[in-house]
């Protein structure tokens, strides 16, 4: 029995709203402390060399400065999510250009920059491995020669400068094609892009005895307690990771790094050290970047449009590490396929150590670059057998009962859904469009992360309630929304719930704002803790009211006989006198039954929980004589189970479009061998207000027994996946000529307009 009115649906504005707007919220950057000392990292500067040695005698003696660290002041411990192939410091090599070689903590910033500019590093350099293909190579330099002797978590497959390789096999390939009447091969790159929070990462740490408060910018507090546990040598229950409210993330705040090095100045000098990350820094050392890829699509069909056969083969530029690059490893292998039936496939993934910037799980972490190249060669196989592209996927979309590339029995019909209610508002195929315009359209599927979460929930004696939570609030809303879950178990309003959140030593484990998981995860979670408050409730109240709980329902804030409103007793009455508190574990659902015959490598990701779709069609104006391509409208219609709050989920599908549309345009990192050349707002451009387009935003209902609270499904990665494909669909049509390196900028459209046979299948950035 839930509250009678439902405030599922209804739309609300989130609580932290007002301070943000303000000026009143306090960020990590903020925080100030008596005998606050501020901290300076020294970077390589060079893409690949061995350490001969290193000198802090100079920066150790000038004024101000309290400590300069370097690997031979912390454990040689060697850590990482998938593959331990990493030091705090680096460890005799330097593999990229930012990686951290000592760190500093002096009075002041200025006096902490002039030392680490006085630490003496001897260099030898060595051959830089700058391009997938070439890393793979038996004859490429091996860039981890110890790699054999790295600790992997299980199932993980590596080659020398491959830290993972995975594999996707579903029925005969060969027959496949064999059976298909044409084919088509093509080739599709994409460049690093970064995440790009306004707020760059800042951490503080402050010792008391043997336990250590670290306040970061991180979006998964409780990985990165573990990751200062584990490489500073500590138990866990002497780290507290505090996240103050933080000014967004998108993935580039993931896993572990800084927060150690910080503590460890801490440690070293007694007294609480700040680290504020350049600009600069922001793009040139945060380890969390978008993996560059190329992308190898070779598809059969037959003349009608069936698809029979599909290879595919992916190269993610992973840089220096592995980190959580995996991720992105086999949700791309899973978008290979797209939500298309395709009956006989073989894809590959290969994730490549190079001498460049680490990639990890940037959000939707391998998904738009996938994505993007998997729906550009789909307008192609329609246009080789001539079918409008909308037909041609009608005839291939998956619906309720066809098995996906793992053998995933699919239990609903939403892609051909959305793709219908995508053309209705978007008019296609377009009526009214002026020259040098068209549409473009792009499907897609995603998954909800399935993962264990934990929650407590407690009546305060005024009649409201706190939710205590390990989740972590990027900025996107999620956490907010877990007051209209409780609410609704407990016939009270949103706006009665404060949270506390984003403090490992007060709320219970939760993985962090990643995998679009919150509301999925820790929903359960608080819902299981309100019912637990609801039956404590209940009891006491049929006592007083000596009549049986059946009898009662929860509706505005108080305990009523049903039938007769007049009977009841406010919230508050009882929880004044009672001690009011509930618990949630969150347990996930299982991943769908599915076959991994003949596959290799899969970690986790080899069927999609609770999979949604979604359809966008944009509408790109390209001038020809410059390549300029502006975006004056995108469609988005999206499946999300059932969507609990349609201004938050409406600002997710707004803001995601418009991030993808930078990703599509204009966001690339440009190298000049192993040095990033455009390392700021200045050179690595983003999406402005100008630049936004008018974003139509529907919602499809399409609840499953196996999604998350009330059936809904992921929210967060699915609106950034799409975009950048309908774009380029939308410049093909537009041009009659295709751009197969991302971003599709302007001088890739020029040159794929006027210099076609200069080869637009190049990326990876090189200047």
């Not at 009447?181 to 707020?199: F, G, K, N, R, W």
């Not at 504020?276 to 069909?301: M, P, Q, Y």
């Not at 550009?376 to 079918?387: F, N, P, S, Y």
């Not at 006198?577 to 596959?599: F, K, N, R, Y």
Request: charged fraction near 20%; hydrophobic fraction near 40%; proline fraction near 6%.
């Amino acid at each position: 029995m839930t509250g009678t009115t439902s405030v599922l649906g209804q739309r609300f504005v989130r609580r932290d709203g007002p301070e943000k707007v303000t000026g009143e919220a306090r960020y990590t950057a903020d925080l100030a402390f008596t005998g606050l000392l501020h901290a300076k990292f020294v970077y390589a500067g060079r893409a690949h060399a061995r350490i001969v040695a290193i000198d802090t005698t100079e920066a150790a003696r000038m004024p101000g400065v309290h400590a300069v660290l370097t690997q031979a002041d912390a454990p040689l411990v060697r850590y990482g999510m998938f593959v331990k192939d990493r030091t705090l410091f680096a460890h005799e090599v330097v593999r990229f250009e930012a990686e951290i070689v000592a760190a500093v903590a002096a009075d002041t910033p200025e006096r902490a920059a002039a030392a680490a500019a006085a630490v003496r590093v001897e260099y030898e350099d060595l051959p830089a491995v700058l391009d997938v293909d070439a890393a793979l190579s038996p004859a490429a330099p091996v860039l981890h020669p110890d790699w054999l002797d790295y600790r992997t978590q299980d199932g993980v497959l590596r080659a020398p400068n491959d830290c993972g390789h995975m594999t996707s096999v579903k029925g005969d390939v060969d027959a496949g094609f064999a059976e298909a009447e044409l084919q088509l091969t093509e080739t599709y790159c994409s460049d690093m892009a970064h995440a790009v929070p306004i707020e760059p990462h800042a951490v503080v740490a402050q010792w008391q005895g043997e336990k250590v408060t670290i306040w970061t910018t991180s979006q998964v507090p409780f990985p990165a307690r573990a990751g200062v546990a584990e490489t500073l040598q500590i138990p866990q229950s002497n780290v507290r990771i505090v996240v103050p409210h933080l000014g967004g993330g998108f993935g580039g705040k993931c896993d572990f790094h800084f927060e150690a090095h910080v503590a460890l100045l801490a440690r070293a000098t007694r007294r609480p050290v700040r680290l504020v990350f350049s600009r600069r820094e922001e793009f040139l050392a945060t380890d969390k970047v978008r993996h560059a890829a190329r992308i190898e699509l070779t598809t059969g069909v037959k003349r009608d449009g069936t698809i029979t056969a599909r290879r595919a083969r992916l190269l993610l530029d992973s840089g220096a590490y592995c980190g959580d690059a995996l991720f992105a490893t086999e949700i791309g292998l899973m978008m290979v396929a797209g939500p298309y039936r395709v009956p006989n496939l073989y894809a590959e993934v290969h994730t490549v150590y190079t001498n460049r910037t680490p990639a990890g799980s940037v959000r939707a972490p391998g998904g738009p670059q996938t994505c993007w190249a998997v729906e550009q060669h789909t307008d192609e196989l329609a246009r080789l057998v001539g079918l409008d592209p909308l037909e041609f996927r009608r005839r291939n979309l998956v619906r309720a009962g066809d098995t996906g590339q793992t053998g995933q029995r699919f239990v609903s019909s939403s892609a051909q859904r959305c793709l219908d209610r995508a053309a209705e508002l978007a008019g296609w195929p377009g009526t009214d469009l002026a020259e040098g315009e068209a549409l473009g359209v792009a499907v897609g599927w995603w998954f909800s992360l399935s993962v264990p979460s934990g929650a407590y929930l407690k009546l305060n004696p005024d009649g409201t309630g706190t939710i205590i939570t390990g989740a972590q609030e990027n900025g996107s809303g999620s956490v907010m929304g877990l007051a209209l879950l409780a609410a609704e178990e407990l016939g009270m309003r949103p706006e009665a719930f404060s949270i506390l959140y984003q403090d490992t030593d007060a709320g219970p484990f939760d993985i962090g704002s990643a995998g679009s998981q919150t509301t999925f995860n820790n929903g359960r979670a608080v819902m299981e803790a309100a019912r637990e408050v609801r039956e404590k409730l209940l009891a006491l109240a049929a006592e007083r009211l000596e009549i049986h709980q059946r009898d009662l329902e929860l509706v505005d804030g108080s305990v009523r006989v049903k039938g007769a409103p007049t009977r009841s007793i406010p919230l508050a009455e009882i929880a004044a006198g009672a001690q009011l508190i509930g618990s949630g574990s969150g347990t996930p659902p299982p991943l769908p039954e599915h076959d991994l015959t003949g596959c290799g490598g899969r970690l986790g990701y080899s069927a999609f929980a609770a999979p949604s779709f979604f359809c966008h069609i944009a509408r790109v104006r390209v001038d020809r004589e410059t390549g300029v391509v502006s975006v004056p409208e995108v469609v988005a219609v999206h499946e999300f189970g059932r969507v609990l709050n349609p201004l938050g989920a409406q600002g997710q599908v707004e803001g995601g479009v418009i991030q993808s549309v930078g990703m599509a345009l204009l966001e690339g990192s440009q190298y000049d061998g192993g040095h990033q050349l455009n390392p700021g707002l200045l050179g690595y451009k983003l999406v402005t207000a100008p630049d936004a387009p008018t974003v139509t935003v529907d919602f499809l209902d399409d609840a499953v027994d196996q999604g998350g609270p009330h059936g809904a499904k992921a929210v967060g990665e699915p609106p950034v996946v799409g975009t950048p494909a309908a774009i380029g669909n939308a410049i093909a049509a537009a041009t009659g000529t295709r751009v197969r390196a991302l971003p599709m900028n302007a001088e890739r459209v020029w040159t794929a307009l006027h210099r076609p046979s200069a080869g637009a299948v190049t990326a990876g950035g090189e200047a």
